[in-house]
């Protein structure tokens, strides 16, 4: 059996919404592009059908994947977050070199550095979780030692 993931609500969703976009609307495209493409005539040598072929492949092979994800996802209910100590669901505001930061602790699928969605199986994520505000920890980077001082816990919004 495979592991269960963690997920907040938002990144479920996001899952689902991805996996009902790509069963109910991109399979039919795909389906239709196939189609198309096999009327052009011969397909040993019909570049469409051999493209629209491959897409169909990328597509059912993220669908599975998807469905794998969905079946096996643990979703934290953000209601019984406590906003006292960083945990997944946690939005975290930190000080860091005396530049104020906000981090979203999510699962390791939700991460998004971009975003400041960071994993709590990161190191950063790793040192937050379960501290409390007024907290300072302390990460190992490859530029050195890095000091987090938590301002303020809070739920992701």
Same mark, same amino acid.
């Given at each position: 059996?495979?592991?269960? =993931? ?6 479920? =969703?996001?899952?689902?919404?991805? &996996?009902? &976009? %790509?069963? !109910? ?24 059908? $051999?493209? *629209?072929?491959?897409? =169909? ?19 934290? $209910?953000?209601?019984?977050? $406590? ?9 975290? !505001? @930190? ?7 906000? &981090? ?15 994993? $709590? %199986? ?23 030692? @890095? *000091? ?10």
């Amino acid at each position: 059996m495979a592991t269960k =993931q963690k997920y907040t609500i938002e990144g479920f =969703q996001k899952l689902k919404d991805e &996996y009902e &976009y %790509l069963t !109910k609307t991109r399979r039919e495209e795909v389906k239709n592009a196939i189609a198309e493409a096999r009327s052009f005539g011969d397909l040993s040598e019909n570049s469409e059908y $051999d493209e *629209a072929r491959n897409e =169909q492949a990328k597509v059912e092979a993220r669908i599975k994947e998807l469905d794998e994800l969905i079946q096996h996802a643990e979703v934290i $209910d953000e209601s019984q977050i $406590d906003t006292k100590v960083v945990g997944l669901g946690s939005l975290v !505001k @930190v000080s860091k070199n005396g530049e104020t930061v906000e &981090y979203s602790i999510v699962g390791s699928n939700e991460a998004n550095p971009f975003e400041n969605k960071i994993s $709590d %199986l990161s190191p950063v994520g790793r040192a937050l979780l379960g501290k409390k505000k007024g907290d300072t920890v302390e990460i190992t980077a490859k530029s050195g030692v @890095v *000091a987090f001082k938590i301002l303020e816990v809070s739920r992701v919004k």
